[in-house]
């Protein structure tokens, strides 16, 4: 029988620190060969150096393919609860074995989460499958296809989606999102409006725990924090006011922040880049390649960061994208993802390129209980 983690309410504390503060280093400092142990950090060469650093045997869970036979992370994890073992993971797969939480394989664990979840993302995207682009249907909306032809439910008071019976016959079909099904059956797929989909973390993973305990920054200007009380989980919000006003005074001292004239009239969400006309990549790429030839003279380019959406930045087969095709920053400069977070491997860069307007979904801020002001939040110094 599926664990009511709903009666459940463990110990939940969000360490709110700051850049530099330490706080991988006071983690694995912390770490006791008295308890168990899931340590779920945002990459994987991070895994590597909690193995290498904590004072308490840590196993990553793996993939393994010998003799014919395939062994999933998934399948892994669930030996290593079952053992006892203290784990560390990644984000990626922690948050995809709510069933392992539902069975109640969490209950003996401290979970230690190094910077905060996803939580929720827009799936709208997963109702064009490919199999329907390949039979050339049109999809036009998520009720067109699956609430008026029965294949799914909406719970009027939650939105949770629930797949019928219906869908569960045909799911084969290739008008049918196979990924939308597996959210469905999961508890974990939302309807906003009239056509808007929202995948939420399973809450389970959060409360079928021992304890949780979540290092991050900033915390209550996270979708994370709307989350958990979103969902009823309780959290105690431990910070240190004082370093965070000594680390706020060096950022100004240290950090000198610049505007790039010829582009700051462009708008810069991930929907306006990829809208933007060829006029618009070339004023981009050209202000790039000017802020290369004066501001960046002699930098080295890999001790440059630069962040945008993916497909600007990259074209087809690793050639440069729009924005990079003639900024001659495309070389050895750092690109990451808007959504990086948690890594020290990019500590040796000097600059950063913010090609970046960060605004909350508005689908997902009404989901979350509040406008986007209200959901994306202002941390408060004392």
Not at 162 to 169: G, N, V
Not at 230 to 258: H, M, T
Request: glycine share 8%; charged share 25%.
């Amino acid at each position: 029988m599926p664990f009511d983690f709903t009666q459940h309410s463990p110990e939940v504390t969000i360490k709110d620190r700051h850049c530099g503060y330490g706080k991988s280093t006071d983690l694995i400092a912390s770490l006791s060969s008295e308890r168990s142990y899931l340590i779920v950090l945002p990459l994987n060469s991070e895994v590597q150096r909690f193995i290498n650093d904590a004072p308490v045997a840590l196993v990553e869970p793996i993939t393994v393919e010998s003799g014919g036979i395939h062994r999933r992370k998934r399948d892994h994890l669930r030996e290593l609860l079952n053992g006892g073992h203290s784990i560390v993971t990644t984000h990626a797969l922690f948050t995809d074995v709510a069933f392992l939480a539902m069975e109640g394989l969490l209950l003996g664990y401290d979970v230690v989460v190094d910077e905060v979840l996803s939580v929720v993302r827009c799936v709208t995207q997963e109702l064009l499958t490919d199999g329907a682009k390949a039979n050339g249907v049109a999809i036009k909306s998520w009720k067109g296809l699956y609430l008026d032809h029965g294949f799914a439910t909406v719970d009027q008071e939650t939105g949770m989606v629930r797949a019928t019976e219906e869908w569960d016959r045909k799911q084969d079909l290739p008008e049918l999102s196979k990924a939308l099904f597996n959210m469905a059956k999961a508890d974990c797929l939302f309807s906003v409006g009239d056509n808007v989909l929202l995948w939420e973390l399973p809450p389970v993973l959060l409360m079928a725990v021992g304890s949780l305990t979540v290092y991050t920054f900033l915390a209550e200007g996270s979708l994370m924090a709307s989350f958990m009380r979103r969902n009823g989980i309780v959290f105690d919000l431990d910070r240190d006011p004082a370093s965070e006003r000594r680390f706020r005074d060096q950022a100004r001292s240290l950090i000198d922040v610049r505007g790039m004239p010829s582009i700051n009239k462009l708008r810069f969400s991930y929907s306006a880049q990829n809208a933007m006309t060829k006029a618009d990549h070339s004023r981009v790429s050209a202000a790039l390649k000017r802020l290369r030839e004066r501001d960046l003279k002699g930098t080295d380019r890999n001790n440059v960061m630069i962040t945008s959406a993916k497909s600007m930045w990259f074209g087809r087969n690793g050639k440069p994208g729009p924005f990079s095709s003639q900024s001659r920053l495309f070389q050895d400069t750092n690109w990451l993802p808007n959504t990086t977070r948690g890594t020290n491997d990019y500590r040796h860069c000097s600059h950063l390129i913010y090609l970046y307007d960060q605004n909350i979904n508005p689908s997902i801020a009404q989901f979350l209980g509040g406008s986007c002001r209200e959901v994306g939040g202002n941390l408060k110094v004392a």
